[in-house]
């Protein structure tokens, strides 16, 4: 089952991963197993997965992509007027000398 495994980071609203604990409680109880909140989310996003012609979850794929859309807008209008050039690329700053370097690179 985990041949092929990749670590990933979610962020997730508090009122989701009670949600989700509550799955977990009721998966426990029903299965009489011991289900990890790990567990529950792999097999919520699994499944979801599966059903990618369900309206409900194109719905909230598309609210996310908007929401995430306009706070990386107000992020950059908010660099903008604290004096960062809006015509660069984010990461990148200008050297004395003229050349550029990436700010990862310190």
């Known amino acids: 089952m985990f041949e092929n495994k990749t670590k990933v980071l979610l962020i ?6 009670d ?3 509550i799955v977990a409680g009721k998966a426990m109880i029903t299965l009489k197993l011991p289900v990890s909140l790990q567990i ?3 097999a919520l996003i699994e499944e979801g997965l599966k059903r990618d012609d369900h309206s ?3 719905a909230n794929v598309e609210g996310q ?3 995430v859309r306009r706070l990386r807008s107000v992020a950059r209008q908010r660099g903008r007027a604290e004096g960062e050039p809006g015509g660069r690329r984010s ?3 200008q050297r004395p000398n003229g050349r550029e370097q990436s700010k ?3």
């Open 12 to 17: 997730l609203s508090q009122d989701v991963l």
């Open 19 to 21: 949600e989700a604990r």
């Open 40 to 42: 529950v989310l792999r």
């Open 56 to 58: 409900t979850l194109l």
């Open 65 to 67: 992509a908007k929401a």
């Open 91 to 93: 990461g990148i700053w």
């Open 104 to 106: 990862r690179l310190k």
